[in-house]
């Protein structure tokens, strides 16, 4: 069954209007319950729609025939939106900070029409969210080979450039991935230079992501802003970085709560912690106080009180937080741009 | 031609179908089509009393594979993990009979919520761990279509067991073992422990230990409503009832030594509805007993105990309800954000709750100031008497404090060891018990809920082994015992 599935998710998510008929008998969807068959057949046409013309076009059957010939009317019987194998939306919904639109809200209630009433349906819409999740904890698998052959540090090192991030060396510039996350091989030749700057603000990291950047001893600034999938769990697992990191930043995580900030106490050697603009904290001046209060040593950049807009935000130079186009890969997953 | 008219005309009539029942021309109207179908079996059968429609809709279903008795943590746990578990969807059928749906004196929600590693029994330790994991990627195991994600409010704040200069040696040997379990605890001397936490007084403080990661505590209440959505998607029926009687058939049979042993086996179980005297008698093949502080009780009412004492016969469920008062204060002045759950060396324990300087904590009192367990009335001089004065001997800030609520729950307390009973009962064969965890219920019931499913399907422990959890070893007199109880 699940290979059925497979083969259809992919049908569904890459050619863009198929005839129903001629999938069901190229066999590629044999195994396909009747329920998605059944949903199968549904799907007109468009394109071919206008090369036969059936019938003379009737003034009052046409604005439905418009609508039957329209492709976006016929979006929303469609298991999954056709941009889906971005990756974007997969952990887009998990992280539920995305506001519904209209159409998308009548969409998904069709689809709950549709898996209340057929059992094919549900199991299918199970199988997609296991999916979404799957592909994280994927992402997330730790470079154990890279590991074993380089050292923990260009592990961590390609592990961050992989997820689109960037990495500084000591004394070295900032490293960087380009768009499709390709970088240069001359990564691999610090094997000697410890990391001391990981900037991987929106990527997918999660708890398990993390094994990958722990063991590196001397990293002194680390910045998580904005990654959608660094909850408290994580931060209850930073105190192994607690030797060394001095700056950390946590803005604009959208599933950090004031009491994941609050086993940051083990963190004694840091100088800065960025925590403006945490939507799962729910009295961001209240907490950025008593954070203040644990981490006496410590600045602690927060809400902006005299709201005198970006300027207060912390700018460093050699980091190139600001200087990277803010329409990356993984798409910008908190909603501030 | 012909394929696109059908094309057409099949998807417009059935789209147009759809959405009619979807606004529920058909199926809405389902209650005023059987009054109107009742009327007319009246009228066309006068003097007969029409019970052919009788609704039963409130009642649980006659046949049931599995009858979980208690609809807690621990019982919704075990029927996840039968439905996860189970070979084909949709194999098994489960019925939860849970007593009360406002679980207003379930230990589930009346609990502190703590989640530690630190138990001086290996098997604790792995439970603890199975289900931190459970907790962590609880969005993955709970997760139901359509439903919004689960928020379970953990605070990764760990655990702070302080121990006098008796308990010292048992505190290291407890935490080489949870190391070698996996958990991450490091140990702490007194000066230690007075530059990380300088509210503390550690007069009378030999050596600490501190949970770094997987220990904390978190929302119960939200970890039920997640486990009850998801088990409901999967299929498995709720009811609320109570158990008030066994069905069950015995079976002589001679042992080894020649002995005559009776085995006895569930085939009903009656469910009593609330406020009413109607039963329904259920078949069902196994019977799991997660009934928490009445589970004992409920092992009674399957003869388990009644026979002569010293047999296996006569060996009764040791579990009872215990009363444990918790108590929230509120004090200015205390410890900051990053207060531990700590432990004193007296047994009295606290953590944070909120932001706001609110702390919650109790103490279990000994065997001798033992409170009875009839209700959950809170006894506030013992708080005055028994809790306060050393909760101020160790954190001085302590000394100005108001109590603001205060509220009593049940332990299922095990009086033999303080540890769960998992598994099957040796003479009736079909009663499964996953219950008596005196007070760390809430804490393991993800991992008992797959080790009972496990056994269940399978005949045997796979993930945990935990043999020495069986109901035998209470016959066989062989304690296990678990020394941090809180």
């Known amino acids: 069954m699940r290979e059925s599935v ?119 819409r199970e199988n997609v969210l296991q999916k979404q999740m799957q592909k994280v904890s994927l992402e997330n698998r730790s ?59 929106g990527c997918a990291i999660n708890y398990h992501g993390l094994d990958n950047l722990l063991p590196l001893k001397k990293l002194q600034c680390l910045s998580l ?19 060394s990191l001095q700056e950390l930043s946590l803005a604009g995580c959208p599933q950090i709560s004031e009491r994941g900030l609050a086993c940051l106490h083990h963190l004694s050697n840091l100088r800065r912690l960025d925590i403006s603009d945490l939507p799962g904290v729910e009295y961001p001046g209240l907490t950025q106080i008593l954070v203040e209060e644990m981490l006496p040593n410590c600045e602690v950049v927060g809400t902006d009180w005299t709201q005198e807009g970006p300027e207060e935000q912390p700018q460093d130079p050699a980091s190139p937080i600001h200087a990277k186009p803010a329409a990356r890969d993984l798409g910008d997953p908190c909603g501030v741009s | 031609m012909l394929r696109r008219v059908l094309q057409l005309g099949l998807g417009r009539s059935l789209l147009i179908r759809g959405l009619e029942t979807r606004s529920g021309n058909s199926i809405l109207d389902w209650d005023g089509k059987v009054s109107e179908f009742k009327k007319k079996i009246q009228s066309i059968m006068p003097g007969e009393p029409s019970n052919l429609m009788c609704d039963t809709k409130h009642l649980p279903p006659e046949h049931s594979d599995v009858v979980i ?113 996996g958990a991450k605890i490091s140990l702490m001397s007194p000066e230690q422990l007075q530059k990380k936490f300088p509210w503390i007084n550690t007069e009378g403080v030999a050596l600490a230990s501190y949970g770094l990661e997987n220990e904390g505590w978190f929302d119960p209440w939200s970890l039920l409503q997640g486990l009850r959505r998801k088990v409901q998607s999967m299929g498995v029926l709720f009811c609320e009832g109570e158990v008030t009687r066994f069905i069950t058939s015995s079976n002589s049979m001679r042992n080894s030594d020649g002995e005559e042993v009776n085995l006895k086996r569930i085939h009903e179980v009656h469910v009593k509805m609330d406020n009413s005297l109607e039963y329904q008698p259920v078949e069902c093949a196994i019977v799991v007993n997660a009934a928490g502080a009445w589970s004992g009780q409920l092992a009674e009412l399957a003869g388990i105990g009644k026979g002569p004492p010293g047999t296996l016969e006569g060996t009764k469920l040791p579990v009872e309800p215990r009363k444990r008062f918790v108590y929230l204060w509120h004090c200015p002045q205390g410890p900051g954000l990053e207060t531990p759950l700590v432990t004193d060396t007296s047994g009295v324990y606290f953590r944070r709750e909120g932001l706001s300087n609110n702390y919650v904590g109790g103490r279990s009192p000994t065997e001798e100031e033992e409170p009875d367990p009839a209700d959950l009335e809170v006894d506030h001089d013992f708080f005055q008497n028994k809790v306060w004065p050393h909760l101020a001997q160790r954190v001085p800030a302590f000394e100005a404090l108001k109590v603001h609520s205060a509220w009593a729950g049940y332990y299922d307390y095990n009086t033999f060891d303080q540890n769960g009973v998992v598994g099957p009962h040796p003479l009736v064969v079909n009663m499964y018990f ?16 797959r080790a009972v499913a496990e056994v269940l399907l399978g005949g045997c422990f796979q993930t945990i082994d935990m043999t020495p959890f069986l109901f035998s070893r209470f016959y066989l007199e062989e304690k296990v015992l678990e020394q941090n109880i809180i």
């Not at chain 1, 939106?81 to 209209?102: Q, Y």
Request: proline share 6%.
């Open chain 1, 6 to 124: 497979r083969d259809g998710t992919r049908w569904w998510g890459e050619r863009p209007a198929p005839s129903g008929y001629e999938a069901q008998q190229d066999g590629g969807t044999q195994g396909v319950q009747a329920g998605f068959e059944l949903t199968v057949i549904l799907l007109p046409q468009p394109s071919k729609c206008r090369e036969h013309r059936l019938a003379p076009p009737h003034p009052a059957r046409d604005s439905e025939r418009r609508i039957l010939q329209e492709p976006g009317s016929w979006e929303f019987l469609r298991l999954i939106p056709p941009k889906w194998n971005g990756g974007k939306r997969g952990f887009r919904d998990l992280s539920g900070v995305v506001t519904p639109e209209g159409n998308r809200r009548k969409r998904r209630t069709l689809l709950q029409f549709l898996s209340d009433h057929f059992c094919d349906m549900e199991f299918l």
């Open chain 1, 143 to 201: 470079f154990t080979i890279i590991q074993d052959k380089y050292g923990r540090d260009i592990a961590g090192a390609c592990f961050i450039l992989q997820h689109g991030g960037s990495v500084k060396f000591r004394d070295r510039e900032w490293i960087r991935s380009d768009e499709y996350r390709r970088f240069s091989a001359e990564v691999l030749k610090f094997q000697a230079v410890p990391v001391e700057a990981i900037d991987a603000s």
């Open chain 1, 225 to 243: 802003q904005r990654c959608p999938h660094v909850d408290d769990w994580c931060l209850s697992r930073l105190y192994l970085l607690a030797d």
């Open chain 2, 69 to 181: 008795v208690g609809g807690g943590v621990v019982g919704l746990s075990v029927a996840f993990w039968l439905k996860k578990l189970e070979k084909r969807q949709g194999a098994i059928r489960v019925l939860v009979v849970e007593r009360d749906h406002t679980y207003s004196k379930a230990s589930t929600g009346l609990s502190v919520g703590g989640i530690r590693q630190q138990f001086s029994l290996p098997q604790n330790v792995q439970l603890s761990l199975f289900s931190v994991d459970f907790l962590r990627n609880i969005n993955e195991y709970l997760a139901v279509v359509d439903g919004p994600p689960l928020d379970l409010q953990f605070n990764p704040l760990g655990y702070l067991l302080l121990a006098s200069e008796k308990g010292a040696a048992v505190l290291e040997t407890n935490v080489k073992m949870q190391r070698q379990e």
């Open chain 2, 434 to 449: 996953a219950s008596g965890f005196s007070g760390h219920g809430l804490q393991h019931a993800p991992g008992v809920g």
